[in-house]
């Protein structure tokens, strides 16, 4: 029998998806570590504008406890899109160029059209989470939602919220793995290539398939970072978000041929 994912290629026209080792995705960190360090400036800007439109959400969110846990992990679907910009500076400084703020804005307009059809993708999958966060804070959740205050005292102090944990993190898992297994390279692929989005999804699919252990892990380190940021109100992700952006453009340019 086909292995499930055999059919994609019968399908769409995808690149060639190299097999990597496990330690790859701490290489990918040192190498996106130094995208950052000789893009200062510009990767520094990405950086902090993300930090704090993600410091505005979570100050909107913090008195409504079902909406702070869903920005919280919406910002990580998001993710991707957000650090178009990123993998654009990576992909001049691969060439040996320097590249400003404003001019890997600029570069980003050359796949306006794919990115914007990703970004709807993502924007999508985020909503539908707000939703079923909603959703699952209703049928799941007993005691006081007043503020974030109560609710971790809710779900630390006592046992009466294993369901609604259990089911949390459950369901928001399983939609992470989606949306990561689609747009884990996807987006980098877009700039590099100028590919449509679904192929470059498919591809992304393809290598999260091939690589299962190995992006596995680095989905785990990305969560590990991105929490790094959210513990230090926002002013880690100045630096975290660019370190992961980077790096996300190297992990495309080792499994994609």
Do not use: C
């Not at 259990?166 to 297994?181: C, R």
């Not at 252990?213 to 990305?222: Q, V």
């Amino acid at each position: 029998m086909d292995k499930p994912y055999d059919s994609l290629d019968q399908h769409f026209n995808l690149p060639q998806i190299r097999s990597v080792g496990a330690e790859r995705p701490l290489q990918w960190l040192r190498m996106g570590w130094n995208d950052m360090r000789e893009n200062l400036a510009a990767s520094l800007s990405y950086g902090v504008i993300l930090a704090a439109i993600g410091y505005l959400i979570l100050s909107y969110a913090a008195d409504k406890p079902y909406l702070f846990m869903a920005a919280i992990s919406g910002f990580m679907l998001v993710g991707p899109i957000a650090a178009a910009g990123l993998y654009e500076i990576s992909r001049h400084h691969e060439k040996g160029e320097k590249v400003s703020f404003a001019a890997s804005v600029r570069g980003l307009v050359r796949s306006a059209d794919g990115l914007a059809m990703f970004g709807a993708f993502l924007a999508i999958a985020l909503i539908a989470w707000e939703r079923i966060s909603a959703i699952l804070f209703a049928l799941f959740y007993r005691g006081e939602v007043s503020n974030v205050t109560n609710f971790v005292s809710g779900i630390l102090g006592s046992g009466d919220n294993l369901y609604f944990l259990a089911a949390y993190v459950v369901v928001g898992a399983v939609l992470a793995i989606v949306v990561f297994s689609l747009s884990a390279i996807a987006i980098p692929m877009v700039l590099d290539r100028d590919t449509d989005t679904i192929t470059a999804a498919m591809t992304s699919l393809r290598a999260v398939q091939t690589n299962f252990d190995t992006m596995m892990l680095w989905a785990l380190l990305i969560v590990v970072l991105v929490g790094i940021g959210f513990a230090t109100m926002m002013i880690g992700m100045a630096v975290l978000l660019p370190l992961v952006g980077h790096a996300t453009w190297h992990a495309y340019r080792d499994v994609v041929r």
